[in-house]
């Protein structure tokens, strides 16, 4: 049995036990045959030891991808543009009005 994520009537995310077949012979074929190990858990306790297993055998180097962050600046500049552009326009209709 393991938890699976459904739905219940109100909509709400619930965890319902689900029955789970594995095939074991299969994933302990397909792991001999990448030379790999198979790891199968069905208690917290073992899950611990498999994952500190892991630990001690896994010792690739990872790098992290690096990502940069930045403000967009243009609305300081934008805003001021457009209500000089509207000071513009309705100067130009009242006071500083063309003559033809």
């Known amino acids: 049995m393991a938890p ?3 739905q219940d009537l109100f909509g709400n995310k619930v965890y319902r036990p689900m029955q789970v077949d594995v095939d074991e012979p299969t994933l302990q074929k397909i792991a001999t045959t990448t ?6 858990a069905t208690d917290t306790p073992t ?7 892991i630990d001690r055998t896994e010792k ?3 790098e992290a ?7 967009e600046l243009y609305p300081w ?3 001021p543009a457009l209500a000089l552009v509207l000071v513009e326009i309705g100067l130009g209709e009242t006071l ?3 003559l033809p």
């Open 4 to 6: 699976y994520p459904t």
């Open 35 to 40: 030379h790999a190990r198979y790891f199968r």
């Open 47 to 53: 899950l611990k030891e498999i994952y500190a297993e």
């Open 60 to 62: 690739t180097e990872f």
């Open 65 to 71: 991808p690096e990502y940069l962050d930045y403000r």
């Open 77 to 79: 500049l934008v805003w």
């Open 96 to 98: 500083l009005r063309k």
